[in-house]
Protein backbone atom coordinates (compact mmCIF):
# COMPACT_ATOMS: atom_id res chain seq x y z
CA UNK A 1 0.00 0.00 0.00
CA UNK A 2 3.25 2.34 -0.17
CA UNK A 3 2.95 3.21 3.79
CA UNK A 4 6.23 2.13 4.69
CA UNK A 5 9.24 3.42 3.24
CA UNK A 6 11.75 0.36 2.81
CA UNK A 7 14.56 2.95 1.97
CA UNK A 8 14.09 5.02 5.18
CA UNK A 9 17.08 3.38 7.08
CA UNK A 10 19.21 1.82 4.44
CA UNK A 11 22.23 3.57 5.86
CA UNK A 12 22.09 1.58 8.84
CA UNK A 13 22.78 -1.49 7.47
CA UNK A 14 25.87 -3.01 8.57
CA UNK A 15 25.38 -6.77 7.30
CA UNK A 16 27.03 -8.37 4.69
CA UNK A 17 24.61 -8.25 1.74
CA UNK A 18 24.49 -9.51 -1.85
CA UNK A 19 22.21 -7.76 -4.15
CA UNK A 20 20.88 -9.37 -7.40
CA UNK A 21 19.15 -8.51 -10.49
CA UNK A 22 18.32 -9.05 -13.74
CA UNK A 23 18.65 -6.08 -16.60
CA UNK A 24 15.02 -6.85 -17.46
CA UNK A 25 13.74 -7.08 -14.07
CA UNK A 26 10.52 -5.89 -13.27
CA UNK A 27 10.64 -6.58 -9.84
CA UNK A 28 13.55 -5.28 -8.94
CA UNK A 29 14.93 -2.93 -11.48
CA UNK A 30 18.59 -2.53 -11.82
CA UNK A 31 17.84 0.81 -10.87
CA UNK A 32 16.29 0.80 -7.63
CA UNK A 33 18.63 -2.09 -6.60
CA UNK A 34 21.58 0.25 -7.38
CA UNK A 35 19.57 2.85 -5.20
CA UNK A 36 19.86 0.46 -2.28
CA UNK A 37 23.35 -0.86 -3.29
CA UNK A 38 24.64 3.04 -2.72
CA UNK A 39 23.29 3.94 0.30
CA UNK A 40 24.04 0.60 2.29
CA UNK A 41 27.22 1.30 3.91
CA UNK A 42 28.16 -2.18 4.58
CA UNK A 43 31.98 -2.69 4.62
CA UNK A 44 30.33 -6.08 2.59
CA UNK A 45 28.50 -5.37 -0.27
CA UNK A 46 28.13 -6.46 -3.65
CA UNK A 47 26.26 -5.96 -6.70
CA UNK A 48 25.51 -8.24 -9.57
CA UNK A 49 23.24 -7.16 -12.40
CA UNK A 50 23.78 -10.75 -14.33
CA UNK A 51 24.30 -9.80 -18.26
CA UNK A 52 22.56 -11.50 -21.08
CA UNK A 53 23.57 -15.06 -22.25
CA UNK A 54 25.48 -15.65 -25.48
CA UNK A 55 21.86 -15.42 -27.05
CA UNK A 56 21.52 -11.99 -26.13
CA UNK A 57 18.82 -13.08 -23.50
CA UNK A 58 18.31 -10.73 -20.35
CA UNK A 59 17.71 -12.15 -17.14
CA UNK A 60 14.25 -11.17 -15.27
CA UNK A 61 13.74 -11.57 -12.03
CA UNK A 62 12.47 -15.27 -11.75
CA UNK A 63 14.74 -16.11 -14.35
CA UNK A 64 17.83 -15.24 -11.92
CA UNK A 65 16.72 -18.86 -9.75
CA UNK A 66 14.75 -20.67 -12.80
CA UNK A 67 16.48 -19.78 -16.08
CA UNK A 68 17.81 -21.74 -18.47
CA UNK A 69 21.43 -22.49 -17.42
CA UNK A 70 21.27 -20.76 -13.70
CA UNK A 71 23.27 -23.27 -11.97
CA UNK A 72 26.23 -22.17 -14.32
CA UNK A 73 25.43 -18.63 -14.51
CA UNK A 74 24.00 -16.59 -11.36
CA UNK A 75 24.34 -19.89 -8.53
CA UNK A 76 27.33 -19.62 -8.92
CA UNK A 77 27.41 -15.83 -7.87
CA UNK A 78 24.66 -16.27 -5.20
CA UNK A 79 27.20 -18.96 -3.54
CA UNK A 80 30.34 -17.30 -3.12
Known sequence: DGSY??????????TP???VCGKVDAVA?????EYA????T???KYLYVAPADAAGTEFGHCD????NNVATR???VMTE
Open 64 to 67: LVLG
Open 29 to 33: PPEAV
Open 37 to 40: YERI
Open 42 to 44: SPK
Open 74 to 76: TWP
Open 17 to 19: ILF
Open 5 to 14: DYGAHLETVR
